[in-house]
């Protein structure tokens, strides 16, 4: 095995290094102060583990075209100043799908530290 980090752990990194993460615990401040809240979780885990108040269910596989305005199939929030906070279970996901809506113009487009495990644990 090599002392390399993979290649998904570089594009990962690469991934963080471009935005600006929000902890667990400032995710009311920024709802308050204007963000959206995707939960990119699938239906399955949203089942068993419970909702997340006030997020809009987008699921990963329809992230681009729901944010791209110029998509055809954007939702009505979609802008490109748009702060985007994305929840996925552990926050892995969600890192990748922030840096690929940067990619597409979303540039206040960040992800939730930790995902929703940790948004849960932090408000039991």
């Known amino acids: 095995m090599s002392d390399e ?3 998904i752990d570089v594009k990962l990194a690469s991934a ?14 920024e709802v308050a102060a ?8 699938p239906d399955a885990n949203r ?8 997020a809009v269910v987008i699921e990963r596989i329809h992230l681009e075209w729901r944010f791209d305005r110029t998509s055809g199939a954007a939702i009505p929030e979609a802008s ?8 996925c279970n552990e926050g892995y996901a969600s890192s990748l799908a922030a840096a ?7 540039h206040r487009a960040t992800d939730l530290i930790g995902g929703y495990r940790a948004w849960k644990a932090a408000n039991p």
């Open 80 to 87: 490109d100043d748009l702060r985007v906070i994305l929840v």
């Open 5 to 7: 980090p993979s290649r």
């Open 47 to 54: 089942a068993e583990e419970g909702e997340l108040p006030g």
């Open 100 to 106: 690929d809506l940067q990619d597409l113009g979303i």
């Open 34 to 41: 204007g963000a959206v809240v995707v939960d990119l979780r």
């Open 16 to 29: 963080r290094n471009r935005i600006d993460r929000v902890a667990p615990g400032d995710l009311a401040a």
